[in-house]
């Protein structure tokens, strides 16, 4: 299922089709979010570990509304936010349940066909679980999206992966996309 196309550097935003599942290879700390579509800021749900104010500054820098997109934060730390995006209720980052919870109720907002999700952190993720409950979470996500015709984005930085784990959840994709 999944290829080792790479997209160059120079075409820095995202494009996948409904339905498709892409592991965005992100240099440093570089989101996903950052690097997507400005219509896709209408329609997106993000599941990451980064501080929700960092995600409504990447969409107001994409010229996209904050209104429109849902956060669900993942954090070991209570999380404080008084934003425009909508938030779910922080999740730790070893409550796998919790996030598989979260996403669900967010992914019920997101139009058939045309909505968008981005999942960032997956390095963190894996600091905090077993690498195959981990991709079991990742696996039950991505068919969730295919099922509606979402487009899922996995961003993740390979520095900070063993290349047998990045292999592994690359395999889930239908293609890799470098992001530099």
């Not at 965005?24 to 690097?35: D, I």
């Not at 997106?44 to 849902?70: C, F, H, M, Q, Y």
């Not at 993942?74 to 909508?86: F, L």
């Not at 999740?91 to 981005?118: A, H, K, M, N």
């Amino acid at each position: 299922m999944a290829s080792s196309e790479y997209d160059s550097p120079a075409g820095p935003r995202l494009d996948i089709a409904p339905g498709e599942a892409a592991l965005a290879r992100l240099s440093g700390r570089t989101s996903a979010v950052e690097r997507l579509p400005q219509d896709v800021y209408e329609n997106l749900l993000v599941v990451t570990v980064d501080a929700p104010e960092r995600i409504e500054k990447a969409v107001r820098n994409g010229g996209g509304d904050p209104a429109n997109v849902g956060i669900v934060p993942v954090s070991a730390s209570p999380v404080r936010y008084d934003g425009t995006c909508w938030i779910a209720d922080r999740v730790s980052p070893s409550d796998l349940t919790g996030i598989s919870i979260q996403f669900s109720r967010g992914e019920r907002y997101l139009r058939e066909g045309s909505g968008w999700v981005v999942v960032d952190g997956l390095g963190t993720l894996l600091m905090y679980n077993e690498e195959g409950k981990l991709y079991r979470l990742f696996s039950h996500l991505i068919s969730r999206a295919r099922e509606r015709q979402l487009r899922h984005v996995t961003g993740v930085d390979p520095d900070v992966l063993t290349s047998e784990t990045l292999a592994r959840f690359q395999g889930l994709h239908d293609r890799s996309i470098e992001i530099e």
